[in-house]
């Protein structure tokens, strides 16, 4: 784990994650009658709760609208969702303004195009392992496992062990 991404990560109070790609593993599943379906991993939803007992506060942004997403937001108790939102800056720019925060205080985990105008504007920027290879160029950091299979579980253990919460986290359940 880089020093920069421990300093960055020291000063985070909110944790946004893209979901198609990041919180998946970027397929899309479609039923005969239409509907859809996504497959989430445990190991990052308990990521997401570690961060935020933590006292970080989360959200999601996602270009796609899904129901599938607003019941796993509402799951893991995720206070901040925007789906159906493309341009993810200006989302950014509205919660920011709601919250009183800035961009430096603000981790960013996500795996395409659309992701980069905030991956490359806040605080800590991060891309999945299998990130198009373009956002990876211009994150902070690179998770080593890919979207959906852990990399929002170990993008949450950054943040926490840069701010020293980490062993107090595990540690609650020994």
Do not use: W
Request: charged share 25%; hydrophobic share 40%.
């Amino acid at each position: 784990m880089s020093t920069d991404l421990l300093q960055r990560g020291k000063q985070i109070k909110l944790a946004v994650f893209d979901v198609d790609g990041v919180l998946t593993d970027g397929r899309l599943y479609f039923l005969e009658d239409g509907s859809e379906f996504k497959t989430f991993n445990t190991l990052d939803g308990q990521g997401i709760k570690m961060l935020m007992a933590a006292g970080v506060q989360t959200a999601i942004i996602s270009g796609r609208k899904t129901p599938v997403v607003e019941r796993r937001a509402k799951n893991l108790g995720i206070p901040h969702l925007y789906q159906g939102r493309e341009d993810k800056l200006v989302v950014l720019d509205e919660l920011l303004g709601q919250l009183g925060l800035s961009y430096e205080q603000v981790a960013y985990l996500g795996d395409d195009l659309p992701d980069l105008p905030v991956i490359r504007r806040v605080g800590l920027g991060m891309a999945v392992a299998n990130a198009a290879s373009f956002v990876r160029e211009h994150a902070h950091g690179i998770t080593q496992a890919r979207g959906g299979e852990g990399a929002a579980r170990e993008f949450c253990e950054l943040i926490l062990r840069a701010q020293g919460r980490l062993d107090e986290a595990n540690g609650a359940y020994l």
